[in-house]
Each structure stands twice: as structure tokens, then as C-alpha cells.
């Protein structure tokens, strides 16, 4: 309240608070200046750790999806219904492996910007980084400085427990990538995505169907998926491919798209049957399967013995981009391709949707056999 006496004029207050900014910037400009400086710096992550960090978050995630399952403790609920209105599972072991592979990257790598997937990748919800520690009075400024020191990010299907994980990567890089991967692999960190599906094939694991879960994690550079991981928990098997470097899994020798064998989604399948027989005829074989890792390891030759083969992977409905981005990058790493159903690359920045449908192919005309599928439209499937 002001003293008796005296008006206190509303000018007079937008000046002297005008003044008091002039005064604020005066002081701290040098120390704006700088920070703004070292937050636009190229910070650059080395591919190869960042290779080692997924493998050892894919294979943390999947103690805990094993021992959940062992414990049956599943506390299974449902998110709701997919667009083919399929329930839509959740349960404690995505939510302790989202726990322990978002947070090892995170408190791993804090440059490499955390978002939680319930605030979703579109609408830009990531946090600052941590070393900015001025309270800006001005909204507007404090708001350019999020859009200029954003970094890269870490989408991940489920939703980060708030507690948090205390735990941190040893930096220790196996032998086996080593042995494939130079190092100096490095690439400005706000290039980077990095896309987690903390267990694949939920409704599968909820069924007791083990073979089908996997848990993955990709890294995408300016949108291109460049580092693939898929774990499989309950058999121990782990598959990695670096595009332009080198895998540890391998194609088969030969693969028969004249009558190839299909393997598809088993609980979104849609109108995927009469899809594929359109294409390739009526005595299609078509293989039904849980999870998209375990599809695209179908294609490959991996040493896992818990595994059907396939010679094409199509999906014809919605799909999350956590759930094939590793598969995308292990096949690109193999010289396969995975595209939309019209053949259109898939671009992994950005939201989680892919709505063009898939299809994954290694060892063929990837073309040819675009050309060969029927006319698809998304709001059809």
C-alpha cells in the first residue's frame, strides 16, 4: 500500500520497472552473453559410446521386464484402445524398464535433452539444461533461450516415474563394438534423437509369449536412424547394427520374394491378411507375431533359437516410430530398407506417428516389391 499522500502512477511504475531491466541486463549482459555462447557450442556425442550406452540401457530395461514377468507382478492395466480397437496394455515391467533405460541415458548424457513421451515430442516440452541458473524477469527472453539451447532428445513409449534414477553408465565399451567400431564417431548432440520402447510387445508379455519381447533403443541423426538396439530379455540375445559401420547380426543367404513367407502383426493385424495376398497371392504364407523388433529380427539370420524366419515384414495400420526405429537402423546397417507401404522414407525427428504403414525387406528389389502391393489409404486400414 502506498503512503498517504502519495499516487502511485502507472507510468511511473512501467518506467521504473523498465529501468530495473536496464539495470538487470547492465549487470548480467557479460554473463547472458557467454552462456548463450557455450549453450549454442557445438556439443558433440561420440556415436560408438552412445552405441555402448543403448546396449547396456536395452539390457537393464530387460532385467526388469524378466524379473516382473518371473515375479508376476505385473499390475496390468489398460492405456486404451488402439485405432483398430485392440486395449492397449500396460503393465510394472514397461514402467520399471522405461524407468532404468530413460534415466541411464539421461543422468548419462544430460546434454542429450530428456522428454517424457505423455508431454509428447510435438509440443516441445523438454527441460532446460541444468547449468542455467539465472531467473529471467523477462517471459520473453527467458523462452528464446529454451528455443536456442534445446538440445537433443529422449522419447520414450512410457511415461518417467518422477523419482527418477540415480543410476550412470560405466563408459565401459565391450569388446564385440570395439572390434567393429573406430572411434571418433562424434556428431553435434542436438542432431540427436533417441527413440525407447521399454518393452515391445506388451500384450504378448502380458500372455506369457516371451519370444516376442524385446526392449530397444534407437539414435537417430538429423532423423536418419543410424544406431539400432534390440534385446530380447528372456533369452539374452542382443542385436546391434551402427549404419555405416558394421552389426553383429547377419542376413540369411537367400530370400524368396516370388513366394516369400509374410510376417505381420498378430494383435493389430487390420486388413493386413487380405493386404498381402492381394500382392503375392492367395497361398501367401503369413507368419502372425508379437512386436516389431522380434519382426525384423524374423528377416535376419540372428543366433537367438527363439525365432521364426520371414522374408518381408508388412504392417499395414499405425505404428509408433519407438517401435521400429531400431529395426530401421539395424537393417539399414545390413544394407536392408524398411519404408512406408508407398515407399517413402521414414523420418525419425519429430512426432511419434507413422502412419504410412511398413514394409521391411533385406537382400531384394525393396522397390519391386512396393510396386507390387495394392493401393493403400491410412484412413482404410
Not at 502380458?206 to 543410424?226: F, I, R, W
Request: with cysteine.
Amino acid at each position: 500500500m502506498a503512503p498517504m499522500g502519495i499516487r502511485l502512477s502507472p507510468l511511473g511504475i512501467a518506467v521504473f520497472c523498465l529501468l530495473g531491466v536496464g539495470v538487470i541486463y547492465h549487470l548480467y549482459a557479460g554473463v547472458l552473453s557467454s552462456r548463450i555462447a557455450s549453450f549454442r557450442q557445438k556439443r558433440t556425442v561420440d556415436l560408438r559410446e552412445l552405441l555402448a550406452l543403448s546396449m547396456e540401457a536395452a539390457v537393464q530395461g530387460g532385467r526388469e521386464v524378466k524379473r516382473i514377468r518371473e515375479d508376476n507382478t505385473l499390475e496390468e492395466k489398460s492405456k486404451g484402445k488402439t485405432k483398430e480397437g485392440a486395449s492397449e496394455k500396460l503393465t510394472l515391467g514397461d514402467l520399471n524398464s522405461h524407468r532404468k533405460m530413460f534415466y541411464l541415458i539421461k543422468n548419462t548424457y544430460p546434454e542429450i535433452q530428456a522428454v517424457d513421451v505423455m508431454h509428447r515430442v510435438g509440443r516441445k516440452e523438454v527441460s532446460r539444461p541444468r547449468d542455467v541458473i539465472i531467473v529471467f524477469a523477462c517471459k520473453m527472453v527467458r523462452d528464446e533461450m529454451w528455443k536456442r539451447t534445446k538440445t537433443s532428445l529422449v522419447n520414450s513409449e512410457e511415461q518417467a516415474n518422477a523419482e527418477g534414477e540415480a543410476t550412470v553408465w560405466t563408459h565401459i565399451i565391450p569388446e564385440e563394438i570395439l572390434a567393429k567400431i573406430s572411434g571418433g564417431k562424434e556428431v553435434p548432440a542436438e542432431s540427436i534423437t533417441v527413440w525407447i520402447d521399454p518393452l515391445d510387445a506388451t500384450q504378448e508379455y502380458t500372455e506369457n509369449l516371451q519370444k516376442y519381447v524385446t526392449t530397444m533403443v534407437c539414435v537417430a541423426v538429423d532423423g536418419d536412424p543410424v544406431i539400432g538396439v534390440i534385446h530380447k530379455p528372456f533369452t539374452g540375445y542382443t542385436a546391434w547394427g551402427f549404419v555405416g559401420e558394421g552389426s553383429n547380426v547377419v542376413p540369411r543367404a537367400s530370400y524368396n520374394t516370388n513366394f516369400p513367407k509374410v510376417i505381420v502383426s498378430r494383435s493389430h493385424s487390420g486388413k493386413v491378411k487380405s493386404f498381402v495376398q492381394v500382392a503375392f497371392g492367395n497361398n501367401t504364407e503369413i507368419i502372425p507375431a508379437g512386436g516389431a523388433g522380434y519382426k525384423v529380427l524374423a528377416l535376419l539370420d540372428p543366433t537367438d533359437e527363439e525365432q521364426d524366419t520371414a522374408d518381408i515384414y508388412i504392417h499395414v495400420t499405425y505404428i509408433k516410430k519407438w517401435d521400429i526405429c531400431a529395426g530401421d537402423a539395424i537393417l539399414r546397417s545390413l544394407g536392408g530398407e524398411m519404408t512406408t507401404l508407398k515407399g517413402e522414407q521414414i523420418d525419425y525427428s519429430g512426432t511419434e506417428e507413422n502412419k504410412g504403414g511398413l514394409l521391411a525387406s533385406i537382400k531384394t528389389d525393396h522397390e519391386a516389391l512396393v510396386k507390387r502391393l495394392p493401393p493403400w489409404e491410412e484412413n482404410k486400414q
